[in-house]
């Protein structure tokens, strides 16, 4: 997409700034898992290239995009270390790798349309951002506040560059508003899926054996814990545009409160171990 460029490298990162006292030990759980899950942009952006086969302009987008959020992943990973000199990020993702895959070999997209595809894009970035910007009002660690935020802003980037492409596939394949809220929904209830969970688990070699229901429930107590209505309502707004809601409506505000009690009751869910 013509003016799309990476914003930020790793070089712009005060690390010298790096402040042990102030690293939060639950949110450096998180933040491994993250790590985990951005380093996969690259087979993501994989996945995207084939089944936009025949779009170059968005190809090329695509594969921009992947190597953002493998920027992400890097970025993170050497926060990470800094906070946790033992992390051996090679065989947590190597692990977290081989679990979660995608299918690459494929040129349609799992979403059923090339528009329902961006749409779940969307989504995804709405959740990143938000995540990220989360992330940064609540820690007072100085290095980690300064990567959040550039995350965050990328992450807001790549919400504007699916989106414009599903505006565009929007007309092209006339997916209509139904298909696309439905798409939406399935997006949204994949976040409790393995993907998040298992990166929880793998980055913090969590033992022998993969509880599903228990990472999750892990995984949500401490990332849901950082969101505050404000995050939850701008999240809200932006995927309602990106199914073709009126964003600024009572709808989208009682949508929201409702996913303020949702985060809530899932931010307090007690876990049963130290995982
Ligand atoms: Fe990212
Ligand atoms: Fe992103």
Not at 47 to 53: A, D, E, I, Q, R
């Amino acid at each position: 997409m013509t003016g799309y460029k990476k914003h930020w490298t790793l070089d712009d990162i005060p690390w010298d700034n790096f402040d042990p006292l102030k690293v939060d030990p639950e949110m450096l759980r998180i933040v491994k898992g993250a790590a985990l899950v951005e380093h996969n942009g690259s087979i993501y952006a994989e996945y995207l290239s084939n089944v936009f086969y025949d779009d170059p302009e968005f190809q090329s987008a695509a594969i921009r995009w992947g190597a953002e959020e493998v920027q992400h992943g890097e970025a993170l990973v050497k926060w990470v270390k800094l906070a946790d000199p033992s992390f051996d990020f090679e065989s947590r993702f190597k692990n977290f790798s081989s679990k979660i895959t995608l299918p690459t070999a494929t040129n349609k997209s799992v979403r059923g349309s090339r528009c329902g595809e961006l749409v779940a894009r969307c989504m995804v970035e709405v959740g990143t951002s938000s995540y990220y910007t989360a992330l940064r009002e609540a820690t007072a660690e100085p290095v980690l506040r300064e990567i959040c935020r550039n995350i965050a802003r990328d992450e807001i980037r790549h919400y504007k560059l699916f989106y414009s492409h599903m505006a565009r596939y929007r007309t092209i394949e006339r997916l209509g508003i139904i298909r696309r809220i439905l798409v939406g929904v399935s997006r949204i209830s994949e976040s409790e899926d393995d993907e998040l969970a298992y990166a929880y688990y793998a980055a913090n070699n969590l033992g022998e054996k993969y509880d599903r229901k228990q990472c999750v429930r892990a995984y949500m107590s401490r990332a849901y814990g950082f969101y505050r209505p404000h995050h939850v309502e701008r999240g809200i707004m932006l995927i309602f545009k990106a199914v073709g809601i009126k964003p600024h409506s009572k709808l989208a505000a009682i949508t929201a409160k409702i996913a303020c009690y949702f985060l809530n009751a899932k931010a307090n869910q007690q876990t049963s171990t130290a995982q």
